[in-house]
């Protein structure tokens, strides 16, 4: 209605590259090859979304259904910064995983689904006088490298750009159409396939075999003086990272994303996630405070995602203006609000008491009382009695363990398994947590 | 009108031609009379007569390395550059050139500018406050009552000047000598690649040997002593200055890999278009050079212990940290060291008979942030204990050429640069006193 807020908030949400929480709507798929889908997304509040090429965004995605707790996925963007308006994700389908055959049968133009982002310290700087890099991708290791390959080809300047792109079989290369157009209209850029010695087929053009050191000799003799961003699975990192070495590329010029899913990666993206989830919070309580003398008070120099970036360094190196976390978002109710629980609670004075302690934990579904110490971590005490809480990672990262509390006070020290308006709604995790007084648990 | 603001100097009279007779024959005997292929006599390192000749034959007229553009990146930006009698400004002026002007106030003779380095406007002398334009024009002098005072007259003196590749060259003399625009022929696409104009001043070091220059430059031009350089010997080859057949056995592997080296050196070079061949006209021409693309050891990138680069940023458009090191040495007063990743000059600037100034300055890119993309103490170890190692080793000389006991010694065939430079000299003071 021609409020001077709207265009106000777009341009704030231009600025800098915060994480942030948000909405977004699926609004069209693209199936690629090599059993990828792309999924283009905008912003339900109409902003758009500024993030650096080769960052990803963590998503919540209701695999068991709305009134269940989401599963959170992590997935690298593949489209360009220069594009903000959408954004896209391609997710590569594995049968046996919980959230991808998921995300390609529900997916659709008009799903709208809750987000944390970007993320991620692999990314092209913002600024470089020799823009000359060497884009290392196997299967769908490509996503990141598209982005950053769209977003060089978008943009005018020198660059010299090598992407040496390995896949498993001659049909399985995404975005193969796009690149190809790319480097036959972009002289900058040059682009090589290679593939597996067992899947070749007549009159395949391309390379053929591993990653080696001579093959990085062939497409990019002058490798000792790019950056190099390389994503894939970890084995084919790996041998990157040694072969690399051999050509003399120095450790501090290379940049690697794991695909692999393993569990060091993961912990990398739980941590970086955890930082975010802070940054978001406290920037959201700061603006809350004063919008003001907030964004009065930001220097302009901006460091928040250069390599190793730490706890400390973000909010005193932020500079531009941000969108907030729309506080207003509600948490869905599944089992209903803390008022209501209690309101139907039966009477835990009438449960059965186990174990010594000081203080006393009522599980209300399961109808048992724990006594636990203060210093103790609820989750194994109240599992030892039968308590039935599912958890994974014991180090309150992976969020699985995540329960509501109904009354009393914990001491949470999690690693990004939570997010901020969980918490605001009463969840907790039992894995990371302590208790400060009596509870009443939703459990 | 003839403006008299640039009086030649030799209006004031030659020192060669203001000596008696009797000592400028002894003098010229002393040059007439040197034996090839050996060090000079003592007096050519110790007498303060030859050292006065020396400035005016050899700094009074040749072209003389002064700075890089690195040490004058803003308009206003200055160094001064003092040899022998001669003091100059150098100073970077708003059309991005360089001026190049005589620091002798032209009321008294004061220094316009005292520090060895800065920033300035206008140039205003110290002493009674004559100010002169960055031109050298001067602009004010306070003259209450005077009534004939011209102030077009009385500009500073200025000097020659060229900047090639980013190196800045000064000549006093009147009539400089042509050939430098030749030299600069060949050695411009060897340097131009590194393109000094994008680079920064990480350090710059200032050291007093206490010797005579041409002490200074015989040590330098010569890697026979190179076993006193252990730092320096971890990614220059030891075998430096040395061909077939004057390898002896414990260098024979070192030699080898040498060799394996510069052959793949030259396979980058030729690839990324880039000049390696080596030209040497040390005393063949007047702006004696010589100038090559040689092969580091280890990584083969820079002047560090595993030949690995000291600064993660590359200088200019280069490819490829692995450019071992472009080396040029020129008469009568420098050398220097581009690598990919920083470049190292040498200016040499004599004070007196038995002191020199050694400056050395390192430069990285532009961009590259000290403690990020290099660390200073890192950058400079090589080579800050390869000069103190030098100086001690021209001061050993020095002592020893004031010995009575002193007689010149041979040059070995390794050490054929340190002939080149001494025969360089000899010719070019023997023309100046014909």
Redesign the interface.
């Known amino acids: 209605m021609g409020s001077t807020e709207a265009p106000a908030r777009a341009a704030r949400a231009l600025g800098p590259w915060h994480p942030q929480e948000f909405m977004a709507e699926c609004v069209e798929t693209v199936p690629e090859a090599g059993g990828l889908m792309t999924f283009v997304f905008r912003r339900c509040d109409g902003a758009p979304l500024a993030f650096r090429a080769g960052q990803y965004v963590n998503i919540a995605f209701p695999v068991n259904g709305e009134d269940q707790d989401p599963v959170d996925r992590s997935y690298s963007l593949s489209s360009s910064p220069t594009e903000p308006w959408t954004f896209n994700i391609s997710v590569k389908r594995d049968a046996t995983g919980l959230v991808s055959p998921w995300v390609h049968q529900n997916v659709k133009p008009g799903t709208v689904l809750e987000m944390l982002g970007p993320v991620g310290a692999f990314h092209l700087p913002d600024a470089d006088r020799r823009a000359r890099y060497l884009l290392l991708a196997a299967g769908a290791g490509i996503t990141p490298i598209m982005s950053m390959v769209r977003t060089i080809h978008s943009l005018p300047g020198h660059a010299d750009v090598v992407v040496l792109y390995h896949g498993a079989e001659a049909g399985g290369f995404a975005f193969h159409q796009e690149l190809a157009y790319i480097a036959s209209v972009d002289s900058r850029i040059k682009v090589f396939y290679s593939l597996g010695d067992r899947n070749k087929p007549e009159g395949w053009e391309g390379l053929s075999g591993r990653l080696t050191a001579a093959m990085l000799d062939e497409v990019a003799p002058d490798a000792n003086g790019r950056q190099v961003y390389a994503c894939g699975p970890e084995g084919y990192l790996n041998t990157a990272t040694e072969l690399l070495g051999k050509v003399g590329v120095d450790d501090t010029s290379i940049y690697m994303e794991f695909f692999s899913g393993d569990r060091q990666t993961l912990l990398e993206y739980q941590a970086e996630l955890a930082l975010a989830v802070d940054i978001a919070e406290e920037i959201a309580e700061e603006i809350a405070d004063s919008a003001e003398d907030y964004y009065e008070s930001q220097p302009t120099a901006f460091g928040l995602y250069e390599p190793g970036y730490d706890a400390e360094g973000p909010l005193q190196a932020t500079g531009l203006p941000l969108e907030t976390v729309d506080p207003e978002a509600p948490e869905t109710s599944d089992g209903g609000s803390a008022a209501e629980a209690e309101a139907e609670a039966p009477d835990a004075s009438s449960f059965e008491t186990v174990g010594t302690g000081s203080l006393t934990l009522s599980f209300m579904r399961t109808g048992i009382n724990v006594r636990i110490d203060p210093t103790e971590h609820i989750l194994g005490p109240a599992q030892r009695a039968g308590v039935r809480i599912g958890a994974n990672c014991k180090e309150g990262m992976c969020g699985s363990c995540k329960v509501v509390k109904l009354s009393g006070e914990v001491d949470m020290n999690h690693q990004g398994g939570i997010r901020a308006r969980e918490i605001d709604a009463g969840k907790f995790l039992p894995c990371c947590s302590t208790a400060r007084t009596d509870m009443v648990i939703d459990a | 009108m003839t403006a008299p603001v640039n009086l030649p100097l030799k209006s004031r009279g030659k020192l060669a031609s203001s000596l008696p007779a009797e000592q400028l024959a002894e003098i010229a005997g002393l040059f007439e009379f040197r034996r090839t292929g050996y060090s000079l006599d003592a007096p050519f390192y110790t007498d303060p007569t030859i050292f006065k000749i020396d400035m005016e034959a050899i700094f009074g007229e040749h072209w003389i390395f002064a700075g890089s553009v690195a040490e004058l990146p803003e308009p206003g930006d200055y160094i001064t550059v003092d040899y022998g009698p001669y003091s100059l400004i150098v100073l970077r002026n708003d059309d991005g050139g360089v001026n190049v002007l005589h620091n002798v106030c032209r009321h008294r003779g004061a220094r316009v500018l005292t520090e060895a380095a800065g920033s300035t406007g206008n140039l205003v002398c110290g002493y009674h406050s004559w100010t002169y334009s960055p031109e050298g024009n001067l602009i004010h002098a306070s003259a209450p009552g005077e009534t004939k005072f011209d102030k077009g007259c009385f500009g500073l003196k200025r000097a020659h000047s060229r900047v090639v590749a980013g190196l800045i060259f000064v000549c006093v003399a009147d009539e400089p000598p042509t050939d430098f625009d030749e030299t600069s022929k060949i050695f411009e696409p060897y340097l131009a690649p590194h393109d000094l104009s994008?680079t920064k001043v990480a350090y710059q070091q200032n050291i007093i040997e206490e010797g005579n220059w041409k002490l200074v430059m015989e040590n330098n031009r010569e890697c026979y002593h190179c076993d006193g350089h252990p730092e320096l010997a971890c990614s220059l080859f030891p075998t430096w200055g040395l061909t077939e057949g004057l390898i002896p056995a414990h260098l024979e592997e070192v030699w080898d890999r040498n060799k394996e080296a510069q052959s793949s050196l030259e396979e980058?070079c030729r690839?990324?278009g880039l000049p390696y061949e080596v030209v040497e006209e040390l005393d063949t021409r007047i702006a004696g050079i010589r100038i090559s693309r040689e092969s580091l050891d280890g990584?083969g990138?820079s002047f560090s212990a595993d030949g690995?680069?000291l600064s993660?940023?590359?200088l200019g458009?280069?490819?490829?940290?692995?450019l071992g090191r472009c080396s040029m040495h020129l008469q009568p007063n420098s050398w220097f060291h581009f690598q990919?990743d920083h470049v190292i000059t040498f200016g040499v600037f004599p004070v007196n008979e038995h002191q020199t100034l050694v400056r050395t300055t390192w430069l990285v890119?532009d961009?590259a942030v000290e403690g990020v993309d290099y660390d200073l103490d890192k950058l400079t170890y090589t080579w800050k204990q390869t000069n103190l190692q030098d100086k001690a080793f021209v001061e050993l000389c020095q002592t020893g050429a004031g010995s009575p006991a002193y007689e010149p010694g041979p040059y070995m065939k390794s050490e054929y640069q340190v002939e080149a430079f001494i025969n360089w000299y000899v010719q070019r003071v023997q023309e100046h006193l014909a």
């Open positions: 994008k980058r690839r990324y990584e990138e690995r680069r993660k940023k590359l458009d280069l490819p490829d940290f692995r990919s890119a961009d």
